[in-house]
């Protein structure tokens, strides 16, 4: 496998250099942004220099070019969605290096940044338009519930690396950043809808319009239904979710404007789980259910330009999740209630300072399972944190250099300090050179704390993990190195090398009292480093590649003996390669596909897999769009996950869909 992975980089770069150097011609002017009026504006007509100086505000808290940034940065535009034939956010994040996504069955995914994967992965801070949504109770984002209007989503901006400096506890390998369009950029009408073997059904429905010349708004809903993947003895894990929502902005003036936002969702997805019994020979058993998913979140968000150098911004938000037969439990209510206020301004000529405070307010509601009790059932969390950034211009246009750190209090923990500096060089306007030393933290969550739940039977009795109250903060000490560079006019290059040195890992030991349980601690420890690269080649004005190469090492001290604890090495790929292409035959028709390969994991027995997607489009008038879709289409089924703990997996099956897009 090794072998392969090298082949596949060397071949790639040398076709990019080659065709590069025979065929850099100039490339067809930028045209403007795609947005919903103007379907034809394609990001592949832009040239890679423009695609550079996309800007981005999830490393900084402001705004930045894409090629100023000094972080492991890439950016997801609306273009690759609609492109990739994206149906979820997951999907769209498999192109991205250095992010490890598989599915567990169809209806649930394992995610995560440079290694540490799992179902409840809770090393990645994910937020849509700043609301984060990496769940309390589990410390993880339950995937299956995080969806907008993908037409909607202007970009994804994916921090690999820690961001706690800024976004505070549990950005520990890096940061994924759902940002939604301004409402004024969706203004008319979509409908679009698709079939096919595997998405059996899907469907959205939004309306932007205006009121007055300084209010727009759009409303939105959208419904899926996905099949059972596929197992020898049949999986029930179908997965049907409706959301609906609305977002308005509001131009106050020339210096203050006004965004609220929102949504509700509900659905229900099947799930399998292996509950431990003490019946011979197994000791388990596997009950059939389908979970519950409900949910709404509110957002309100307030900027006001001081002047060009300076702002301010307020934001503030309310979320909703409630749980049914959800895994072992038997339901879960959980609220969460955060505000959030930021302030940039100069203090001098050579400085520019960022500071922030944040309180968030989170209170659970867990009625439990025969299987999983948490104690006590209901809990309220307090979370206080501020942060100071500054940063110096050394030498104008070449070194800068930024100094920053976030202190939070929780309530498990305690004071936690987050420092974070980093350096950036500019030797040429077409190149870039960064370092950066960071600390983040990943705090603990409810279950961790507070859980007592059966894991294993045994001839015996149960096997039980338990929480403790002692359980520490997770730490790293990152060091990064990158590099960026547009040497040619038609190819830009992203690499990045980084080492990792974890301690206070959670996992389990056995308890002295009872030698059948295990109870929550920090046995580990564990250093972890690899590389990842992206490539952006424009081959001609109407063919573009876009490539991700991802190396992985992680090695532990340490032993948990609970089954899915991160005492294993193994759970991420160690090598993984993506392939985009994007290919304009004609104004009227795209041909668009995808190659992906993911290195075996043998602790879960999944071997490694090489898939290839395409998408064909035809657009027979302006607003009107339809397309072919082809997934999986290497093999017709593949395991990628293992779900070790809770539920039964199932593999990826090879599926297709047609899809049809109208904006008028």
């Known amino acids: 496998m090794r072998h392969l992975f090298i082949l596949i980089i060397s071949t790639t770069a040398g076709l990019i250099l080659s065709l590069n150097l025979a065929w850099a011609e100039p490339i067809a002017e930028a045209r403007a942004l795609e947005d919903d009026k103007a379907p034809d504006a394609r990001l592949a007509d832009w040239d890679l220099e423009d695609l550079m ?49 598989a599915r567990v069955d169809a209806n649930k995914w394992a995610i995560s940044a440079r290694g540490f994967n799992g179902r409840f992965a809770n090393k990645l801070l994910v937020m849509i338009d700043g609301r984060v949504v ?99 003895d049949e999986a029930h894990d179908d997965w049907q979710i409706g959301r609906g929502g609305f977002r308005s902005d509001w131009e106050l003036n020339s210096k203050d404007s006004l965004t609220l936002q929102g949504s509700y969702y509900d659905g ?75 302030h940039r301004l100069p203090v001098m000529e050579n400085h520019e300072l960022l500071w922030g405070l944040e309180y968030r307010r989170t209170w659970d509601t867990i009625r439990s399972s025969p299987i999983t009790t948490l104690e006590p059932s209901s809990r309220t969390l307090n979370l206080f944190s501020g942060f100071l950034q500054d940063e110096f211009t050394l030498k104008p246009e070449e070194w800068y250099l930024t100094l920053g750190s976030k202190l939070t209090h929780n ?3 305690g004071l936690e300090v987050q420092p974070n500096i980093r350096l950036r060089w500019t030797p040429s306007p077409d190149q870039t050179v960064w370092a950066a030393v960071s600390r983040a933290v990943r705090t603990p969550s409810r279950i961790e704390d507070d859980v007592q739940a059966l894991v294993a039977g045994t001839p015996f009795g149960f096997a039980r993990a338990v929480g403790d109250n002692d359980v520490h903060s997770e730490n790293v000490i990152a060091y990064e190195l990158g590099y960026r560079t547009q040497a040619f006019t ?20 056995p308890t002295p009292s ?10 580990v420890e564990a250093e972890v480093f690899g590389a990842e690269v992206a490539a952006d080649a424009q081959l001609f004005d109407w063919w573009r590649l876009r490539s991700g190469v991802t190396y992985l090492q992680m090695q532990f001290r340490g032993e948990s003996r609970l089954p899915g604890a991160v005492g294993s090495t193994d759970k ?8 985009q292409s994007y290919m304009n035959v004609s104004e009227d028709i795209e041909i668009n596909g995808g190659l992906r390969i993911a290195d075996s994991l043998p602790s879960l027995n999944v071997p490694h897999y090489v898939e290839a997607d395409i998408n064909i489009v035809w657009r027979p008038r302006e607003g009107l769009e ?26 990826v099956e090879r599926g297709a869909y047609v899809l049809t897009r109208w904006r008028f």
């Not at 505000?57 to 070019?65: A, C, G, L, P, R």
């Not at 390998?173 to 301004?182: A, C, E, P, R």
């Not at 990045?496 to 974890?502: P, R």
């Not at 991420?572 to 392939?579: A, I, V």
């Open 53 to 101: 100086n996309l800007t981005v505000t999830s490393v900084s808290k402001k705004e930045q070019k894409v090629s100023e940034t000094a972080a492991a940065v890439f950016v997801i535009t609306q273009e690759d969605i609609r492109r990739t034939a994206a149906t979820s956010i997951p999907e769209a994040l498999r192109m991205v290096p250095g992010i490890q996504v």
């Open 134 to 232: 990496y769940n309390p109770l589990f410390s993880g984002v339950i995937w299956e519930t995080q969806d907008t209007v993908l037409e909607d989503v202007d970009r994804i901006e994916v921090i690999r690396g820690p961001g706690g400096t800024l976004w505070g506890e549990n950005a520990v390998n890096g940061v994924i950043n759902i940002i939604t369009k301004h409402s004024s950029d969706t203004q008319g009408a979509l409908i679009s809808a698709g079939a096919g073997t595997e998405e059996r059904g899907f469907g959205t429905v939004r309306y932007g319009g205006t009121i007055g010349d300084d209010l727009s708004y759009r409303v939105w809903g959208k419904y899926v239904s996905r099949d059972e993947g596929f197992r020898e």
């Open 268 to 342: 229900s997805a099947g799930q399998e789980l292996k509950r431990p019994t003490l019946t011979p020979p197994a000791f388990f058993d596997t009950p059939v259910n389908d979970i519950g998913y409900s949910g709404g979140d509110i957002q309100f968000h307030w900027d006001h330009r001081i002047d060009d150098t300076s702002d301010f911004s307020f934001s503030m938000y309310y979320d909703r999740t409630e749980l049914d037969d959800f895994d072992t439990l038997a339901d879960a209510k959980i609220n969460v209630f955060d505000v959030d206020i930021q």
């Open 411 to 413: 309530d498990f923990t």
């Open 490 to 509: 038609s190819v830009s290059l992203d690499v990045t090398a980084f080492f990792n040195t974890y301690d206070n890992l959670v996992a389990t030991t």
């Open 514 to 523: 009872r030698l059948l349980d295990q109870q929550f601690g920090n046995p």
């Open 572 to 579: 991420s790929p160690d090598h993984q390669f993506s392939l």
């Open 626 to 651: 339809f397309s072919l879709v082809g997934q999986n289409l290497l093999d017709s089924h593949h395991p990628e996950f293992v779900d070790e703990f809770l539920s039964l997996p199932s593999d």
